[in-house]
């Protein structure tokens, strides 16, 4: 019972973290129609959250000592490293390709699971994945904008890479007998990614006075302040906070299918607040990406291969259903 209470709460986590990553571009997009530079928005996403995280930063401030590669890692990869890759590659190849390309994370996530660490991987996990993709695709219409560029592939898969990195260093230490706090590590991965942001977005030269006003958003003129506000707040802070949280509850393959739907409620919002069409394939495939992230979390996560505590370790049957699960 409490495992399925866990899962549960985990999955509506996974979810509540997609809703928020997937507004961010609703929300950036009529900022840089109202002239900022799209890195100049991902730098102003970064550097606010890590700045309302600072509070945290300070209250954790001893994971510097005990773990300043995760710190690092965290706000390189799944921080920095994500959002610069797939800029550069959205400037030389379609958005559908380099988002269905980004998101082949979740069957990269498995590989690393089951090659790397050498942890089963459940047939449902699996069988998630390849719908998630498939339906991906649909979402993407990647048909529609078929090229060949291969510094703009290689930069997509690197993104698609930084998101392997985002949900294995979310469960990175969770199985520790004093597991790093994951509210810290989001802390510092934000200060660590807006160092390098910085560096890549420079923005001593952005134009400030964008935001002092309005953009559109489908016909709807809308204060630029506020919609920043809801890139830093929603999209930013509450999107790493329970995304990182929920990895930790489901387990990092899992977390990664759900976190398909990302894609899927990006498309929705766009086509509600933005007025962007949404063709049939697209329907088809955000039910599919649905089905595949449902079967997904259906998968037991894995026991911990380090030490167990006396709180997570599992009752009998729970321990059995598991095996059960990977066979």
């Not at 739907?261 to 039910?287: F, P, R, Y």
């Amino acid at each position: 019972m409490h495992a399925s209470q866990g899962r549960s709460a985990g999955l509506g986590l996974a979810l509540a973290s997609a809703f928020a990553f997937g507004g961010s571009g609703v929300a950036a997009k009529p900022l840089i129609e109202a002239g900022l530079d799209p890195l100049h928005v991902v730098w102003l996403r970064v550097t606010g959250a890590a700045l309302v995280m600072l509070p945290v930063a300070w209250r954790h401030r001893d994971l510097l000592r005990r773990k300043p590669a995760l710190l690092a890692g965290f706000g390189l990869l799944a921080v920095a490293g994500v959002q610069a890759c797939y800029f550069a590659a959205i400037s030389r190849i379609p958005v559908g390709v380099a988002l269905l390309i980004e998101y082949l994370a979740p069957a990269l996530v498995l590989g690393w699971v089951r090659f790397v660490q050498r942890r089963p991987v459940t047939r449902a996990a699996a069988l998630g994945v390849i719908l998630a993709v498939g339906g991906l695709a649909c979402v993407v219409e990647v048909w529609s904008g078929l090229s060949f560029d291969l510094l703009g592939l290689v930069l997509a898969l690197g993104a698609a890479c930084c998101q392997v990195g985002y949900f294995v260093l979310s469960d990175q230490g969770s199985d520790e007998a004093e597991p790093a706090d994951p509210l810290g590590v989001i802390a510092y991965g934000l200060l660590f990614g807006s160092v390098f942001v910085t560096v890549v977005a420079r923005p001593w030269g952005m134009d400030w006075s964008v935001l002092g006003e309005t953009a559109d958003m489908g016909g709807t003129t809308i204060p630029a302040w506020l919609l920043l506000g809801w890139i830093v707040l929603i999209a930013t802070v509450l999107a790493y906070v329970t995304g990182v949280t929920s990895v930790r509850r489901l387990s990092p393959q899992v977390a990664g299918v759900v976190a398909c739907l990302e894609a899927v409620i990006a498309t929705v919002l766009a086509w509600v607040l933005l007025k962007e069409h949404l063709s049939a394939a697209q329907i088809l495939g955000g039910a599919v990406v649905l089905v595949g992230a449902f079967i997904a979390q259906s998968s037991t996560p894995k026991a911990p291969s380090g030490p167990v505590t006396g709180s997570d370790r599992m009752n009998p049957e729970d321990e059995l259903s598991a095996q059960r699960a990977a066979t």
